[in-house]
C-alpha cells in the first residue's frame, strides 16, 4: 500500500490516492474526474509515488469524531470479517477500505462490524454492531 499523487498531464494540481499499485491509482484517478473531464484518458494522467500511506489531518479529525482516535490511514482492519486497509475517509464522515482482491475503496462506518488491528496484528478495537 502506497500515497500516490495523480493529476492530469499539464496539471500542476495533484489528487492524493491510496493504492497497491500506480496503475490502480491511475484507475481510481480516472474514475473521480470522469464527470468533470468525460474526455480524460488513462494515459493523460501523470502518477507518482509520496511513499507510505499517511493521515490527513481531516482523516484525524474524522477518527476522532467517530471514536477511533487511534485508526489511521494504512491500518488493516476486517469489516463484516472482510480483510482490508484503511485508505481515506469521506464526505459521510465513514472510512474508505479497500478490501483484499478489490481495485475500489468501499465507504464503512467506522463502528459497524469492524475490527482495528496492530502492526503486529492484535486486536486494538472491535465494533459488532
Not at 12 to 33: E, M, N, P, W
Request: contains cysteine.
Amino acid at each position: 500500500m502506497q500515497t500516490f499523487e495523480c493529476r492530469l498531464k499539464g496539471n500542476d494540481h495533484g489528487t492524493r490516492i491510496v493504492a497497491r499499485t500506480s496503475g490502480k491509482a491511475k484507475s481510481q484517478y480516472l474514475s473521480f474526474i470522469r464527470d468533470p473531464c468525460p474526455d480524460a484518458k488513462y494515459q493523460d494522467i501523470r502518477c507518482r509515488s509520496l511513499g507510505a500511506p499517511q493521515s490527513s489531518d481531516d482523516f484525524k479529525r474524522v477518527a476522532r469524531s467517530r471514536g477511533v482516535p487511534f485508526a489511521k490511514v494504512g491500518m488493516r482492519v476486517t469489516v463484516n470479517g472482510r480483510p482490508g486497509a484503511i485508505v481515506g475517509h469521506n464526505e459521510s464522515g465513514n472510512f474508505d477500505v479497500l478490501f483484499d482482491g478489490v481495485d475500489f475503496p468501499m465507504n464503512c462506518h467506522p463502528n459497524w462490524m469492524m475490527t482495528y488491528y496492530a502492526e503486529d496484528g492484535s486486536v486494538l478495537a472491535e465494533f459488532t454492531e
